[in-house]
């Protein structure tokens, strides 16, 4: 059973940057679809971004050249790099993965990928 832990959430003022981390326990990033998705309260989850086993990096639109989404083999890890944070990237981050072996689409749809990490909060205050 894959298990996926996120760090690197806090506070930080407009402006600011913020890296979140996803350990991904029982496979190597390359091996499958990656993700970053986001949850305000009172919305729905969003895509931030995914990486494709191959390497192909999406970004959703809201990201403007501000996020940079990244993996690491060795570290069994992948990366968000925020910066530029507005209040309106406040939210809950989830990092998800579709499962070992997976080389097919990578779309930005929750319902693509079947597990999740906890969440961590990222707040941005004005």
């Known amino acids: 059973q894959a298990q996926l832990v996120e760090s690197g959430g806090g506070s930080v003022q407009a402006g600011g940057s913020l890296r979140l981390s996803c350990k991904v326990s029982?496979?190597?990033?390359?091996?499958?679809?990656l993700a970053w998705f986001r949850q305000a309260p009172g919305k729905e989850r969003e895509g931030v971004a995914t990486?494709?086993?191959?390497?192909?990096?999406q970004y959703a639109d809201f990201v403007k050249d501000r996020f940079t989404m990244t993996r690491d083999n060795d570290k069994f890890s992948f990366d968000l790099q925020m910066t530029s944070l507005s209040p309106e990237d406040t939210a809950m981050y989830y990092c998800?993965?579709?499962?070992?072996?997976?080389?097919?689409?990578?779309?930005?749809?929750?319902?693509?990928?079947?597990?999740w990490g906890q969440g961590t909060q990222v707040t941005v205050s004005s």
């Open positions: 029982g496979y190597r990033p390359t091996s499958t679809c």
């Open positions: 990486i494709h086993s191959f390497g192909e990096v």
């Open positions: 998800a993965t579709r499962g070992r072996g997976w080389y097919g689409e990578c779309p930005l749809l929750s319902g693509a990928f079947n597990y």
